[in-house]
């Protein structure tokens, strides 16, 4: 199983980015599917989390009406799109998968999550 993750880069404030996390071995359908990000000296954070399907099931509160969560079956993919980009949302971005669907607390609890793509870097300048 294999979570590729791609898509950071560097904008200004305001701007926008689309993340995508592209799975093999694994059907992303199959259970809830999330990012997290990790700023520098800070701990892994939920950012979004979507249910089995499609769906979110929890926003960060500071990303709500900004980020969203969305998948191209077809594709086996999930991507976040991320507007309105402020420098506090700087930070590594990771794409979790579960093998099943997540309900309450474990929805943005990293431990819950079974498979993990590498990160990638956004960097949003003031």
């Known amino acids: 199983v294999q979570l590729q993750a791609s898509g950071g880069g560097s904008v200004e404030t305001g701007g926008s980015l689309r993340l995508s996390c592209a799975a093999s071995?694994?059907?992303?359908?199959?259970?809830?599917t999330a990012w997290f990000r990790q700023a520098p000296g800070k701990e892994r954070e939920a950012v979004i989390s979507?249910?089995?399907?499609?769906?979110?099931?929890y926003y960060e509160e500071s990303v709500k009406g900004r980020f969203t969560i969305s998948r191209d079956n077809a594709k086996n993919t999930v991507y976040l799109q991320m507007n309105s980009l402020k420098p506090e949302d700087t930070a590594v971005y990771y794409c979790?998968?579960?093998?099943?669907?997540?309900?309450?607390?474990?929805?943005?609890?990293?431990?819950?999550?079974?498979?993990w793509g590498q990160g990638t870097l956004v960097t949003v300048s003031s």
């Open positions: 979790a998968a579960s093998r099943r669907g997540l309900v309450g607390s474990l929805r943005y609890t990293a431990t819950s999550y079974d498979y």
């Open positions: 979507s249910r089995p399907y499609g769906g979110v099931t």
């Open positions: 071995g694994f059907t992303l359908n199959s259970g809830s």
